[in-house]
């Protein structure tokens, strides 16, 4: 379980940082909506 959460906690940041890089502004206006549509 620990593994899982710590891969998807990886995951999620890596495309966090991926979309923040590309938008910039835009992510840091609105990282949940950014994170969830890049995640869905």
């Not at 959460?5 to 950014?34: A, R």
């Not at 994170?35 to 869905?40: A, L």
Request: with cysteine.
């Amino acid at each position: 379980m620990n593994t899982l959460q710590k891969l998807k906690n990886n995951q999620i940041q890596d495309i966090f940082l991926f979309k923040y890089f590309i938008f910039g502004e835009k992510t840091y206006l609105c990282p949940c909506k950014i994170k969830i549509m890049y995640y869905v």
